[in-house]
């Protein structure tokens, strides 16, 4: 490689001459350029305008030349992509005034002498890989030289001595690089030096007297090098000065008064060095100061008053000294400060009222010694805008008194840190209104009063820090809405009941710390808290669970009874009697529903997942080709590609074919695929159900003799399977066709032309719950689990009847586990009994049992098993036995009902269905029973004639 191109450089320097030989017009410049290009690489072609057939390179990208001598006066191939090594051939450029090369990935040793190029004021070569130390020669006769920057690349090695040559030099910049050593004891002479900026090196020494001969310096920056000793008085002959930087470096001793000659000074940064003193008098002189940073020295005493004449400062950072004293009074006249940290000093006094006077964006006093009651401060500053305050942090101080409620009106406050300190009182609901709210930190206080749920309206919080106060009452379940929330401890307080379920939906939670609090029941089941650590929930004797390593104790049964003649107003009136018949059901651990809600929630994910899934799943399920040809009228039919069987004998299926994967006939989608509707050559419509499940389901053998047990099941109030179709990639099961839609769209969803929702009366909802219930007693009968009972599986024909969808579909998966059951059949939100989440429970036809309670309330309350109110999570069950309990069940009645229902049956059928939903599985009859309870509700003797009068 390397031969061959100096062969052709040869080549092409022999060319060069030659045609130059032919061509005496043709200058210096061209035969330079090219071969300085000849060392590059180019990738992204910026340099094809350089051309060496041309005369005159003078209108080449990024060349420049003089008008008069027509010879190149400028490069600047600033960002063009080039790599390679900086060519010699740049020394022929004579006329060269200005070579900038910044902001490419040039590499190699610097490859020229600016010796030769005796016109040159400006060389940048900064933002490059250029690497090894810079020659000597490189600045031997540079008096030409204006500007140097060799930023930002990795040159290592001293600065060469030599560079004092450059007597003319205004600006030096060698910041980031590797240099070492001294500087050289000749750059402290150049008295044209502007700006010196040698920061981010390794260079070492001091600070020299001979500083005050850059009586020309407006800017030197030492930042981050080893520099060592005080800063000189000498300084303060450099009165041009508008910013010092020698910040990151051992620099000590104290500051020298001379500093206030600096009168153009905006900018002091002497940040991480090892000064030592008071600051005094002297920086009241310095009356164009914006940028003070002291911060982490060992600066002393008190905080001049005169800080107050400094009206331009913007930010004052003084953090991590050993300032003492309070803040002076002064302040209050620096109009145009934004940012104050004074944090870790030794300050005292008051927490001045001007901090929030002046508009400031972040205030920072935490680890001081700063006393007084919060409140007044912020209360007396209530008719001030405290917009612009982003950060605010008082933490571990000595302040007292209450969190104010004008906390409320710092409406752009992303950080607020106030811990550690004596605050009393609650936690004010306007927090709701620090909609910025990143993190918030009350901890190790003495708040006290409950969390408001107003907190969940902080949509911004990912970090919240309450613990070690006297915090009581329970979690907010607002907080299950703070989406973002990393960071929660909650611990060492006195929070009592239950963690909300809904927590479980915080999906980027990090640490959830409630040790140490009275909480009870059960963990929320979800991803995060089933592997939360323990120490997390420690110190809550009550709390239960995996996690803390301990059963769920069976919570105190308390009897529900049904009684037909009682209005549910008195539950706690111990067990009374179904009418006439003497029935006695009194259900243990019916209060457990609410625990069975956190099973309920943590499959929320997983449903949430699979939606994601299973879209993406019948999308290319959509793509299956499917020729009209595989649907023969024969009865049963093998082709190539399928084969079709209806059960009935039926003929005649080829209408359907072209419909069966038309998006115009799709009647839904259920967890096991697509439905469409398609019509048979006698007129007759049938509905298709494509499996989406494909994957899952078995061999072809065991699949037809699993749908074929399915044909042969019949029951008014199964919707019936009249056949299928088979292929390995594509299953069709063909199901007969119910008119009326199903029962989530009768009960939620319809409305007619009047905008009123169609609704079903007391005696329909009654017959759709006999219904279901009469067929699930078949299907159980037959040892067949349904498991995916929701509202939009039953359909509901044309006479009202209720006709169950989706039966045995659970039979066509290869397997039938846990993890199948809840993730791949997709069993709606709010159905799912309890057990599916308990691995040692076994799961038995009791799950639709838990599933028909659930509809039962459905649809006796015509509200979803899951609603998401504005502010909170309504689960069905535990929001019907709160009422139950309180005596107001009959609010809960479908509104639609009001004033048509017979309370003595709506009511035992309500409690029939919190029976139903009990957590433990062999608490909920079976049902058979089910239907002997609904017999004895509809009690023919009596209620027949009330209910004939509504
Ligand atoms: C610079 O060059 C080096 C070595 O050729 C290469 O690895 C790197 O990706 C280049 N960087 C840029 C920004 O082009
Ligand atoms: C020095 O060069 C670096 C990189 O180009 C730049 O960021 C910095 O501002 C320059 N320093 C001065 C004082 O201009
Ligand atoms: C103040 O200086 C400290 C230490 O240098 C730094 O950590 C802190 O971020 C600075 N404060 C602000 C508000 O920038
Ligand atoms: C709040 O301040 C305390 C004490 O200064 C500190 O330990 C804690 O980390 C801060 N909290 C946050 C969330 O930054
Ligand atoms: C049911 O109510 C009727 C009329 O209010 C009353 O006569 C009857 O005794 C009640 N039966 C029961 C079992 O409470």
Redesign the pocket.
Known sequence: MRKVCSICLISLFVHLIFVKSLNPSLDDDVLGLIVFKADLEDPDGKLVSWNEDDDSPCKWKGVRCNPRSNRVSTLVLDGFGLSGKMGRGLMQLKFLSKLSLAKNNLTGSIGINIAQLTNLRVIDLSENSFSGPVPSSFFEQCGSLRSISLANNKFSGQIPDSLVSCSALGVLNLSSNMFSGLLPSGIWSLHGLRSLDVSDNLLEGEIPKEVEGLNNLREINLRKNQFTGPVPDEIGACALLRSVDLSENSFSGSLPSTLQKLSLCNALNFHSNLFTGEITEWIGEMGSLQTIDLSKNMFSGAVPNVIGNILSLKILNISENRFSGSLPASMVNCKNIQILDV?RNLLTGFLPTWVFQLGLQAVLF??NKFTGSIYAVVTSSIDVSHQNLQVF?I??NELSGEIPSDIGSFSSLR?L?M??NSLIGEIPETVGKLKALY???L?ENKLNGSIPSSIGTCSSVV?L?LSQNSLSGQLPVAMAKLAGLE?VDLSSNRLTGTLPKPLANLMHLVTFNVSHNQLQGDLPAGAFFNTISPSSVAGNPNLCGAAVNKSCPAVLPKPIVLNPNSTGSDPDSVPQILAHKKILLSISALIAIGAAVVIIIGIIFVTVLNLRVRSTMSRSAAAVPLSGGDFSSSDTTHTNSGKLVMFSGEPDFSTGAHALLNKDCELGRGGFGAVYRTVLGDGRSVAIKKLTVSSLVKSQEDFEREVKKLGKIHHPNLVALEGYYWTPSLQLLIYEYVSGGNLYKHLHEGEDEDGNRSSLTWNERFNIILGIAKSLAHLHHLNIIHYNLKSSNILIDGLGEPKIADFGLARLLPMLDRYVLSSKIQSALGYMAPEFACKTVKITDKCDVYGFGVLVLEIVTGRRPVEYMEDDVVILCDMVRGALEEGRVDECIDERLQGKFPAEEAIPVVKLGLICTSQVPSNRPDMAEVINILGLIKCPSESQEESDNN
């Open positions: 944090s935490s680890e942090d933490s571990h950080l840190n811990s550690k993190s918030l930190d901890s970090s820090i960071y």
